[in-house]
Structure formats: C-alpha cells, structure tokens
Nanobody, 129 residues
Framework: QVQLVESGGGAVQPGGSLRLSCAAS????????IGWFRQAPGKEREGVSC????????YYADSVAGRFTASRDNAKSTVYLQMNNLKPEDTAVYYC??????????????????????WGQGTQVTVSA
C-alpha cells in the first residue's frame, strides 16, 4: 500500500525552526519527486517546495525561499523540509505528496497539485508568540 506519512510539526514562536519529515512506504521513494504543500484555515492549498528524485533540483515558493530547505535521504525513504525563521503566516497543515514523476511539476516555482496521486495525512505547524 502506497503511503506517505508526515511528522515533525508543532508549535513554535516566530523566528523558530522546525524540520518536517515525509516517510514513504509501499513504493521506492528514490524514484520520484516529492512536493510539499500547505493549507491554512480558510485558505486554499498552496505549493511550498519540491525536490526531484535526485535531490539536485529544488523549488520554493517566493514566500518561503531563503527560509525553507528541502532535502532527501533515499536510503531512508524520507524527504525533509527544514523550516527556519518561521513566521505566523507559515501556520498551516503541511502535506507531502507525489505525482510519481521523477522531476518536479511546478508553475512559477511552486509545485502543482493537479497531478498529485498520493498525499500524506498532514502535520500541523503553528507559529505564534
């Protein structure tokens, strides 16, 4: 069974850091690009970052560029999203997902959800003073 499971969310103060993990099972994560998305209350889901299967190409939404870093350890079937200098507007449920492509599907630097086949269950990130 194909499964993606996010972890690492939590509550932090502005300026803090969190590292999200996305663990895969049921398929070989190393063959595929993985995207990160988030959805804040009352807002549409938005693409945040994507890392291709090799890890050599990463993409970031303008709102997180320079603060978030995607990485992967294919041997551990895990993708990470390091989030630094967190802001209240980063508060959202964060999801990892894949469309089972080797390269990221992006538009204007953001991963595109239209072709996503498998989603994780999400992990809550809350940034507040």
């Amino acid at each position: 069974q194909v499964q993606l499971v996010e972890s690492g969310g939590g509550a932090v103060q502005p300026g803090g850091s969190l590292r999200l993990s996305c663990a895969a099972s049921g398929f070989t994560l190393g063959y595929y690009a993985i995207g990160w998305f988030r959805q804040a209350p009352g807002k549409e889901r938005e693409g945040v970052s994507c890392i291709d299967k090799s890890g050599n190409n990463t993409y970031y939404a303008d709102s997180v560029a320079g603060r978030f870093t995607a990485s992967r350890d294919n041997a551990k079937s895990t993708v990470y999203l390091q989030m630094n200098n967190l802001k209240p507007e980063d508060t959202a449920v964060y999801y990892c997902a894949t469309d089972f492509g080797a390269a990221c599907t992006v538009a204007a630097g953001r991963p595109v959800a239209d072709f996503v086949i498998s989603w994780g269950q999400g992990t809550q990130v809350t940034v507040s003073a």
